[in-house]
């Protein structure tokens, strides 16, 4: 049996490709943009992301398992409330989430002018100060999906620790 350590990480991973007519969500603030993400939910790759990066360190199952995309009542829903839901299964195993970091991989939108907003609204559900939360974001320089502008990319990781 291996030691339990009183600091758990985790890596969260999400994909959503574009489509004309919906709207882009990141960590729960819009962005103006002409197209938006693909999804069951509002699609908000950067909320999902971070949500598997807190099951994972939890050592809990991934966010679909929570709330999977064929049930109809996450239709079109704000994945802030998932994330709250998760925060709330974190809790129940005496974790508190220490920090944050993501990265969003787009062509476009630019992402710089929103990462103050985004932060505030992600540490609002994960009552964390915006310096607990890292957010950047980079472009694929032209290549695959993300760089032929097809989707959006983000990587996340969180660390927990145990309470008591
Ligand atoms: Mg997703």
């Given at each position: 049996?291996?030691?339990?350590s009183t600091?758990r990480i985790?890596?969260?991973?999400?994909?959503?490709?574009?489509?004309?007519?919906?709207?882009?969500?990141?960590?729960?603030?819009?962005i103006?943009?002409?197209?938006?993400?693909?999804?069951h939910?509002?699609?908000?790759?950067?909320?999902?992301?971070?949500?598997?990066?807190?099951?994972?360190?939890?050592?809990?199952?991934?966010i679909?398992?929570?709330?999977?995309?064929?049930?109809?009542?996450?239709?079109?829903?704000?994945?802030l409330?998932?994330?709250?839901?998760?925060?709330?299964?974190?809790?129940g195993?005496n974790?508190r989430?220490?920090?944050?970091?993501?990265?969003?991989?787009?062509?476009?939108?630019?992402?710089?002018p929103?990462?103050?907003?985004?932060?505030?609204s992600?540490?609002?559900?994960?009552?964390l100060k915006?310096?607990?939360?890292?957010?950047k974001?980079?472009?694929?320089?032209?290549?695959?999906?993300?760089?032929?502008?097809e989707?959006?990319?983000?990587?996340a990781v969180?660390?927990?620790?145990?309470?008591?």
């Amino acid at each position: 049996m291996g030691v339990e350590s009183t600091f758990r990480i985790g890596l969260g991973y999400d994909f959503h490709a574009f489509e004309e007519g919906r709207e882009l969500v990141l960590g729960g603030v819009r962005i103006p943009y002409d197209r938006g993400l693909i999804g069951h939910s509002d699609a908000d790759a950067l909320t999902h992301a971070v949500a598997d990066a807190l099951l994972g360190a939890a050592g809990l199952k991934d966010i679909g398992t929570y709330f999977p995309d064929s049930d109809p009542q996450y239709r079109g829903i704000s994945s802030l409330l998932l994330l709250e839901k998760v925060c709330r299964l974190i809790r129940g195993k005496n974790y508190r989430v220490g920090n944050i970091d993501a990265t969003i991989l787009a062509e476009a939108p630019k992402i710089k002018p929103h990462v103050e907003a985004i932060k505030v609204s992600l540490g609002r559900v994960l009552y964390l100060k915006p310096e607990q939360i890292g957010l950047k974001a980079t472009t694929m320089e032209g290549r695959g999906p993300v760089g032929r502008g097809e989707g959006l990319a983000v990587h996340a990781v969180a660390l927990l620790m145990k309470d008591g």
